[in-house]
């Protein structure tokens, strides 16, 4: 069955840590990647959308990566405006999957 | 008002009422999505309008209903809901079925 597994599910850290949070899915045939961001009580705010290996995207203090079976979404020295549930989302064939995202926290 | 626009924010309902929710969305797009968002679990795909073309999850019960009268506004329709139908309903916009999705704010939905 068609999978889409963030990780970790929550994470915290400290402002001006780097990380990097994973979405990785287990099927071929891979239309596009997106990453969302989403903050407490509101909708998705569309962040990237990747569509083949190798691809990078950027903005501000965000950059997505794209592997054949991975993406990477890393946050380069955060602050704590960046505090929100990151949702990474598959397109296959026409249907699109999402993963239950990474609740990033960052601390003053 | 720009992007994808949803009233109400939040709606309490009674297992016996009957309620719409309604989504505009000012973006030009052809396609319109309907998604159910509970707590832990993936944004489960509802229902999808493209060029007057439904396309509907199966697992979808028959209490919710959607009307999409024309490429910018999406209703859903809401009857004998149950407590577990408590959740937040976001609408989306594509340019086509394939592109990228753009999401409304949502409405919290709480049913008692």
């Known amino acids: 069955e068609d999978q889409v597994t963030q990780s970790p599910e929550a994470l915290r850290l400290q402002e001006g840590e780097s990380s990097s949070l994973n979405c990785s899915y287990t099927v071929s045939g891979l239309r596009g990647l997106f990453w969302y961001r989403q903050d407490p009580g509101k909708g998705p705010e569309f962040l990237f959308t990747l569509y083949s290996a190798g691809e990078e995207k950027e903005k501000e203090r965000l950059k997505a990566t794209l592997t054949k079976k991975e993406s990477f979404l890393h946050i380069t020295a955060p602050k704590p405006e960046d505090s929100a549930t990151y949702l990474c989302?598959?397109?296959?064939?026409?249907?699109?999957?999402f993963g239950t995202g990474t609740s990033l926290t960052v601390i003053p | 008002e720009t992007g994808v626009t949803q009233t109400p924010r939040h709606l309490v309902m009674g297992m016996t009422n009957k309620k719409s929710l309604k989504c505009e969305q000012h973006l030009g797009h052809n396609a319109m999505y309907w998604y159910k968002q509970s707590a832990k679990k993936p944004l489960e795909l509802m229902f999808v309008?493209?060029?007057?073309?439904?396309?509907e999850n199966n697992s979808v019960p028959s209490r919710f209903s959607p009307e999409c009268p024309n490429s910018s506004h999406l209703f859903l329709h809401l009857h004998t809901l149950q407590p577990e139908d408590s959740a937040l309903y976001l609408c989306?916009?594509?340019?086509?079925?394939?592109?990228?999705?753009?999401f409304g704010p949502g409405t919290r939905l709480t049913v008692l």
């Open positions: 309008y493209s060029l007057e073309e439904r396309v």
């Open positions: 989306a916009s594509s340019q086509d079925k394939s592109d990228t999705q753009y």
């Open positions: 989302a598959v397109r296959l064939r026409n249907q699109f999957y």
